[in-house]
């Protein structure tokens, strides 16, 4: 599967069903995160909640305004005081394992790509996420 994945990784842990949100307290604390797929099956926004390895996915609507900038700005507007770190990841092919390696390896994380039917996410541990609470 070809595409982009922009992955921010947060300064917090949280739980969207229990509404806690604390500070990552240490390197091996697994945080938050935010992330976008761009790809074939449009785009599609991505939220980690790493208390209950939760998942809320959002399918943009695919038009020319959904953009990595248009991304980037979200990100900055909505969570720039509690992103860590950000990620722009291109992929010619996110299953080909020996690329998905190269990719996280530069930028110092483990390749754990999820590949789901029409976008793929990062696991910021090896958990399993899936969705478990419903945005209010």
């Avoid at 992330?35 to 939760?54: E, P, S």
Wanted: with cysteine; hydrophobic share 35%; net charge negative.
């Amino acid at each position: 599967m070809r595409g982009t994945l922009l992955l921010a990784l947060l300064s917090v842990k949280s739980s969207y069903s229990r509404e806690i949100e604390t500070a990552l307290e240490n390197a091996d604390d697994v945080p938050d995160t935010l992330q976008w797929w761009f790809g074939d099956g449009g785009c599609w926004r991505v939220r980690t909640y790493a208390l209950d390895h939760d998942i809320h996915a959002y399918q943009v609507a695919n038009s020319l305004q959904t953009t990595l900038e248009l991304a980037k700005k979200n990100n900055h507007d909505n969570y720039g005081d509690i992103i860590k770190n950000q990620h722009q990841i291109h992929f010619v092919d996110c299953s080909n394992a020996t690329e998905l390696e190269a990719e996280f390896r530069q930028i110092g994380l483990a390749p754990r790509l999820e590949i789901k039917d029409q976008f793929v996410f990062w696991k910021p541990d090896d958990a399993d996420y899936w969705t478990k609470s419903s945005p209010k």
